[in-house]
Nanobody, 121 residues
């Protein structure tokens, strides 16, 4: 039905940058919000950044001023530009989309498969 495919993770040195992408495809009527969570093994998944169809954005305090979320609504794609990366940013990053499959009020949250980001020298 609906797939979210992420790309852009990898290994980067402290202070470096990475850009994550997440493209949604399938039987999509509309997307209310898209964003990114991250998870370290043994810890809960935490919200990193989100953006709504009205272009409002939200960031975790730990990434404010370093990460920027953006969205291409025509392409159903969300991006996460990560600058000044720190070792504590190391995690698996998951994108999500709150997606409507028809004109009704119901939205479902779909997740990407996750992409590993490792910040290490």
């Amino acid at each position: 039905q609906v797939q979210l495919v992420e790309s852009g993770g990898g290994l980067v040195q402290p202070g470096g940058s990475l850009r994550l992408s997440c493209a949604a495809s399938g039987s999509i009527f509309s997307i209310a919000a898209m964003g990114w969570y991250r998870q370290v093994p043994g810890s809960q998944r935490e919200l990193v950044a989100s953006t709504t169809s009205g272009d409002s954005t939200r960031y975790a305090d730990s990434v404010k001023g370093r990460f920027t979320i953006s969205r291409d609504s025509a392409q159903n794609t969300v991006y996460l530009q990560m600058n000044s990366l720190k070792p504590e940013d190391t995690a698996i990053y998951y994108c999500y989309g709150d997606i409507a499959l028809d004109a009704g009020p119901t939205r479902f949250r779909y997740w990407g498969q996750g992409t590993q980001v490792t910040v290490s020298s």
